[in-house]
């Protein structure tokens, strides 16, 4: 089944749908046929009542209405289910131009038998001559006085005749059938498509646009996720060690305006960024760790990842907020000493960059399903499709690890991040 695309407000064709779909052949035929069928009764009735005999107009409406609506419905219809075929690109204008060039060449050879069929069954009296004006006739059946086989049932010219008569109702009526089949239909098929093609393509353009100013306010989304906890967190231990430790308060702040000096602008940078590397969201959550260790001494944590990984492509903000999500769901409520890990490794084609922590685990905090992975998830898959995937697994000696996987890109030098 044919998809009927929409046009653009300047397309003549825009209310019969694409040439050669469905839509149009239905249109197309209910619209022509209904004007091939009242000329047709036109012609009919004028020539009934100039002959004084009805069976003759009979027989021109059934010779043309009939004629008319089988060309009209038949050869469109197979090059409407033609089209709607998986063709190869570069044949289709050639194998649509011949089927209907074919077609409208059989109609034109087979109308002759299709009149000369019509005369049989619907007989007329002979000697009967019906005179338009300029001259043009129809006349008797019979060979004394009028139309013989060799004459034209309609203008009663002899058809081996030379002569402006002849050949010029000939031709209109070659131009007629080529019509009905399609013909002129085709001449307009190739330009349609070549303005439908770029409708498309400045529709998918549009949506590629949408989807990327969509992804950059989920990023958003997540950066102001991503901040607010532990500066407020922090903020609270500061006031919280201003009374009992003056020494570590102001540790506390000289490790934050230090943070928010050195990670606050490549956030605002990253999430614009399509460079971002490793390396680059690595500094930002040692950076994060450190602060948290200020906060909470009993947290331990280690940073490992080669040199040569560092330039390797991640997607901004999600490493970070892995790192946020793992102390806010598994280290600030254990009781006791913690640990978080951060390791990333190449696995074929793939860079695999883990954040594990021993803290609480799934069993306390649930399976692992907020709005901050279910944003990661989203990213990663309008990034790379499914070639990339965040996991979350529970360790045997408790906490959990969130792994996320994406393919293994090097950076150039003109989208790194700035050092």
Same mark, same amino acid.
């Given at each position: 089944?044919?998809?009927?695309?929409?046009?653009?407000?300047?397309?003549?064709?825009?209310?019969?749908?694409?040439?050669?779909?469905?839509?149009?052949?239905?249109?197309?035929?209910?619209?022509?046929?209904?004007?091939?069928?009242?000329?047709?009764?036109?012609?009919?009735?004028?020539?009934?009542? =100039?002959?004084?005999?009805? #069976?003759?107009?009979?027989?021109?409406?059934?010779?043309?209405?009939?004629?008319?609506?089988? +060309?009209?419905?038949?050869?469109?219809?197979?090059?409407?289910?033609?089209?709607?075929?998986?063709?190869?690109?570069?044949?289709?204008?050639?194998?649509?131009?011949?089927?209907?060039?074919?077609?409208?060449?059989? #109609?034109?050879?087979?109308?002759?038998?299709?009149? /000369?069929?019509?005369?049989?069954?619907?007989? =007329?009296?002979?000697?009967?001559?019906?005179?338009? +004006?300029?001259?043009?006739?129809?006349?008797?059946?019979?060979?004394?006085?009028?139309?013989?086989?060799? *004459?034209?049932?309609?203008?009663?010219?002899?058809? !081996?005749?030379?002569?402006?008569?002849?050949?010029?109702?000939?031709?209109?009526?070659?131009?007629?059938?080529?019509?009905?089949?399609?013909?002129?239909?085709?001449?307009?098929?190739?330009?349609?498509?070549?303005?439908?093609?770029?409708?498309?393509?400045?529709? /998918?353009?549009?949506?590629?646009?949408?989807?990327?100013?969509?992804?950059?306010?989920?990023? &958003?989304?997540?950066?102001?996720?991503?901040?607010?906890?532990?500066?407020?967190?922090?903020?609270?231990?500061?006031?919280?060690?201003?009374?009992?430790?003056?020494?570590?308060?102001?540790?506390?702040?000289?490790?934050?305006?230090?943070?928010?000096?050195?990670?606050?602008?490549?956030?605002?940078?990253?999430?614009?960024?399509?460079?971002? =590397?490793?390396? !680059?969201?690595?500094?930002?959550?040692?950076?994060?760790?450190?602060?948290?260790?200020?906060?909470?001494? *009993?947290?331990?944590?280690?940073?490992?990842?080669?040199?040569?990984?560092?330039?390797?492509?991640?997607?901004?903000?999600?490493?970070?907020?892995?790192?946020?999500?793992?102390?806010?769901?598994?280290? /600030?409520?254990?009781?006791?000493?913690?640990?978080?890990?951060?390791?990333?490794?190449?696995?074929?084609?793939?860079?695999?960059?883990?954040?594990?922590?021993?803290?609480?685990?799934? #069993?306390?905090?649930? &399976?692992?399903?907020?709005?901050?992975?279910?944003?990661?998830?989203?990213?990663? +898959?309008?990034?790379?499709?499914?070639?990339?995937?965040? =996991?979350?697994?529970?360790?045997?000696?408790?906490?959990?690890?969130?792994?996320?996987?994406?393919?293994?890109?090097?950076? &150039?030098? #003109?989208?790194?991040?700035?050092?």
């Amino acid at each position: 089944m044919q998809t009927v695309i929409d046009f653009e407000p300047t397309d003549v064709w825009r209310h019969w749908g694409p040439i050669f779909s469905w839509l149009w052949w239905r249109r197309r035929t209910v619209l022509l046929g209904s004007l091939c069928g009242l000329l047709s009764a036109v012609l009919a009735i004028v020539v009934g009542v =100039t002959a004084g005999e009805l #069976a003759r107009g009979v027989r021109v409406f059934v010779d043309l209405a009939g004629f008319g609506l089988v +060309v009209l419905a038949g050869p469109p219809a197979i090059t409407t289910w033609l089209s709607g075929k998986a063709l190869p690109a570069r044949w289709r204008p050639a194998v649509l131009g011949v089927v209907v060039v074919l077609q409208a060449a059989i #109609a034109v050879a087979l109308y002759p038998w299709w009149s /000369e069929g019509v005369k049989t069954v619907i007989p =007329t009296e002979p000697n009967k001559a019906v005179v338009f +004006v300029g001259s043009v006739s129809l006349r008797g059946d019979d060979g004394k006085t009028g139309l013989t086989s060799d *004459r034209d049932t309609i203008t009663g010219l002899p058809k !081996g005749e030379e002569g402006p008569g002849n050949w010029l109702f000939d031709a209109g009526r070659v131009a007629l059938i080529f019509w009905l089949a399609g013909g002129f239909a085709l001449l307009a098929y190739f330009p349609q498509q070549r303005r439908l093609a770029e409708a498309q393509r400045r529709r /998918e353009l549009a949506a590629a646009q949408a989807a990327r100013r969509e992804a950059e306010l989920k990023l &958003s989304v997540l950066a102001a996720q991503v901040e607010p906890h532990f500066l407020f967190n922090t903020l609270a231990g500061v006031r919280g060690a201003v009374a009992s430790d003056p020494a570590r308060a102001v540790t506390l702040i000289d490790r934050l305006a230090d943070y928010l000096r050195l990670t606050i602008p490549r956030l605002r940078a990253d999430a614009q960024a399509a460079g971002a =590397t490793l390396g !680059g969201q690595l500094e930002i959550v040692e950076a994060y760790l450190a602060l948290i260790h200020a906060r909470l001494p *009993r947290l331990a944590y280690s940073v490992q990842v080669t040199p040569e990984l560092a330039a390797a492509r991640f997607p901004p903000l999600m490493l970070i907020s892995l790192a946020e999500n793992a102390v806010k769901h598994g280290i /600030e409520p254990k009781v006791g000493p913690a640990r978080i890990e951060v390791t990333a490794q190449r696995e074929g084609d793939a860079l695999v960059v883990a954040v594990c922590d021993d803290g609480v685990g799934f #069993a306390a905090t649930g &399976s692992g399903a907020g709005l901050g992975l279910a944003n990661i998830r989203e990213r990663l +898959v309008q990034i790379y499709g499914d070639r990339a995937a965040l =996991t979350l697994t529970a360790r045997d000696s408790g906490g959990v690890c969130a792994t996320i996987s994406v393919p293994y890109e090097l950076a &150039s030098d #003109a989208d790194r991040d700035p050092r």
